[in-house]
């Protein structure tokens, strides 16, 4: 595909509930970015990846949350034991090396019910 | 955590006004400064972008000012139509690492 695809769209997920939200880069970006929007506010950084390795990890909110990469393209954020205040959009973006126009998919909306 | 702060939250203008959305960061690090686009159920979108070497770049009708010694930048909307109206993002990064964001502006340009 020509950009950045993110599925699901939305998922609804019972307080307790694991999920995994999956994203598609741009091909042959080697960055790879998620993000958490809540409503109204703007995208919080969460985790980095460069190819397979993530660099950078420091937004991640709590150990309940997991992300990977593992064959350098196709990335999944996993979230444990879904709680209300993990209800947000989540972005995932992707650049190539050494440039910084990052490309965002359309996001995945999790309500926690 | 918010180390990109962003004002006005919200702002109206007439079609055919400037529309003037305003940041400011903390971290010197920080080389790339861009403004995103966003629109209801869609991810952002990259507006425009500058770094820290020129004080002004414009393309079309948008225009960044960029102040390092005040760690401050902006972005004019010249001529606001109402397909502009959306929410705007600036955010900062480092090369190649993470972007961060501020908290948006919601721009209504009335016909």
């Known amino acids: 595909g020509a950009g950045v695809s993110q599925s699901p769209r939305y998922k609804v997920a019972k307080r307790g509930q694991d999920v995994a939200l999956r994203c598609d880069p741009i091909s042959g970006h080697v960055s790879l970015f998620w993000y958490q929007q809540a409503l109204g506010q703007g995208p919080e950084f969460l985790t980095y990846f460069q190819n397979e390795a993530q660099l950078d990890k420091s937004g991640l909110p709590s150990d309940r949350f997991f992300a990977e990469r593992p064959e350098g393209s196709v990335s999944t954020l996993k979230i444990q034991r879904t709680q209300q205040e993990d209800s947000a959009v989540y972005l995932c973006?992707?650049?190539?090396?050494?440039?910084?126009?990052?490309?965002f998919g359309q996001g995945t909306r999790l309500t926690v019910v | 955590q918010q180390q990109v702060k962003q004002s006005p939250q919200s702002l109206i203008v007439q079609k055919g006004g400037i529309s003037i959305i305003n940041c400011a960061y903390e971290n010197t690090a920080f080389d790339y400064f861009p403004w995103y686009q966003q629109f209801p159920g869609k991810g952002p979108a990259l507006l425009i972008a500058i770094r820290p070497d020129v004080s002004e770049k414009k393309e079309g009708r948008f225009t960044i000012s960029f102040n390092k010694s005040a760690k401050q930048f902006s972005l004019h909307i010249m001529d606001s139509q109402p397909g502009d109206s959306a929410t705007y993002f600036c955010?900062?990064?480092?090369?190649?690492?993470?972007?961060?964001f501020g908290a948006g502006t919601r721009l209504t340009v009335k016909p």
């Open positions: 955010a900062a990064s480092r090369l190649n690492n993470d972007m961060r």
């Open positions: 973006a992707s650049s190539l090396l050494g440039t910084t126009e990052a490309f």
